[in-house]
T-cell receptor, first 115, second 112 residues
Framework: AQSVAQPEDQVNVAEGNPLTVKCTYSVSGNPYLFWYVQYPNRGLQFLLKYITGDNLVKGSYGFEAEFNKSQTSFHLKKPSALVSDSALYFCAVRAGRTGGFKTIFGAGTRLFVKA | KAGVTQTPRYLIKTRGQQVTLSCSPISGHRSVSWYQQTPGQGLQFLFEYFSETQRNKGNFPGRFSGRQFSNSRSEMNVSTLELGDSALYLC???????????FGPGTRLTVT
């Protein structure tokens, strides 16, 4: 069965410092991995994805993520955090095949960036 | 391009009633998925539709159902509402298969 784990409920970082939000996954077959961000009272916004290819993927708002197959991880990173990055971040794995996919989300990690 | 729209945005219902939520996907997107978001359970997959066919279903009781129309718009229905059905219901659309999903703002359902 597919699963996604985000081990940290909350991450605190000072503005200007690098940030990392952790994610590990379990899936049979090739993983399709995603990061989404949710701002208060809004739906989720797509940040970036890994389907195949380079292990380091770049996404919106300066975020990037590194796919590590041996550690089954897909950590979200940003070199320099902004206060406006404060939000709820979800890691997700999309599994299935042509004919039917389902997305499994992690529990979410709340990021606080302090000025 | 217009984003995913969901109606209504807020809804208050009484236990035992039924409710229908609507989702209009991004133009050209044929895959629509529904999710339930609650503080305790997080984001849980309800079902996915593609070309008017339900292609995948999460672990929800049969009170939760949905459908997709030929224009890719989708509705989900919850019958015999329970207090525990209070949640934010999110709809997401994508072009196909493994691609990223684009989410609507959600419908906040409160069951009293």
């Amino acid at each position: 069965a597919q699963s996604v784990a985000q081990p940290e409920d909350q991450v605190n970082v000072a503005e200007g410092n690098p940030l990392t939000v952790k994610c590990t996954y379990s899936v049979s077959g090739n993983p399709y991995l995603f990061w989404y961000v949710q701002y208060p009272n809004r739906g989720l916004q797509f940040l970036l994805k890994y389907i195949t290819g380079d292990n380091l993927v770049k996404g919106s708002y300066g975020f990037e993520a590194e796919f590590n197959k041996s550690q089954t991880s897909f950590h979200l990173k940003k070199p320099s955090a902004l206060v406006s990055d404060s939000a709820l971040y979800f890691c997700a794995v999309r599994a299935g095949r042509t004919g039917g996919f389902k997305t499994i989300f992690g529990a979410g990690t709340r990021l606080f960036v302090k000025a | 391009k217009a984003g995913v729209t969901q109606t209504p945005r807020y809804l208050i219902k009484t236990r035992g009633q039924q409710v229908t939520l609507s989702c209009s996907p991004i133009s050209g997107h044929r895959s629509v998925s529904w999710y339930q978001q609650t503080p305790g359970q997080g984001l849980q997959f309800l079902f996915e539709y593609f070309s008017e066919t339900q292609r995948n279903k999460g672990n929800f009781p049969g009170r939760f159902s949905g459908r997709q129309f030929s224009n890719s718009r989708s509705e989900m229905n919850v019958s015999t509402l329970e207090l525990g059905d209070s949640a934010l219901y999110l709809c997401a659309s994508s072009t196909q298969g493994a691609q990223e999903q684009y989410f609507g703002p959600g419908t906040r359902l409160t069951v009293t």
